[in-house]
């Protein structure tokens, strides 16, 4: 990865799944746009995975897919095993001009499943620090939720993602399609840097970026 101080790419990811938990269930698909603060776009990642067989499917997930056939048939056409997949998608962060931070919303949920997946299958993380793994990314990634409640000066019990207006997401649906919430996920990001731009600077450590 090419050194970039202090000018971070953003791996703004959502995920589906076919239940709650990547300890019992599988991640479907996952969608990657990488952007910085400024918008500037440096491509996108976008893949479909087969169901693990060592997992179940969580009946109230499914019960909730039915509801929803042309992003079930998004995240489940043309799958492809894991294990080929996230090493795949390793090497595509890996060579994109900048560090790299992972961003998503929550960061909890599809964070937690990226880590799960990248660390089982591609020996690396969704974290950066200091382990024996392959790093791709540096520190602990965004959570957009946090980062859009806490901006917005709003309490928490208003701080869900579909509280922001319209243009935030550049008005790009929220369709389930991981590749369609991604990209409205990443005009977010750069909306809410615009807002973190505009307000004073607090003083502290130098950039992790070096």
Known sequence: MTDAPDHAIFIVTDIEADGPTPLRHSMLSFASVAIDADGQRYG????????????????????????????????????????????????????????????????????????????????????????????IF???GVCLYTMAGTLRGVPYPQWGMSRLPAEFFG?????????DDARGFANVLVELMKISHALPPISGSQSDFR
């Open 44 to 135: 996108e990642f976008e893949a479909v995975l087969e169901p693990r067989a060592d997992k179940t499917q969580s009946p109230m997930t499914m019960d909730w897919w039915a509801t929803q056939p042309e992003a079930w048939a998004a995240a489940t056409t043309g799958a492809e095993p894991a294990e080929i997949v996230m090493p795949r998608y390793a090497d595509w962060v890996d060579s994109l001009p900048g560090p790299c931070v992972f961003a998503a919303a929550p960061m909890m949920f599809d964070g937690l499943w990226m880590d799960h997946y990248l660390d089982s299958f591609a020996d690396t993380r969704v974290l950066g620090g200091p382990f024996a793994q392959r790093q």
């Open 171 to 179: 008005h790009i649906a929220h369709t389930h399609k991981a590749i």
């Open 138 to 140: 540096k520190g602990g």
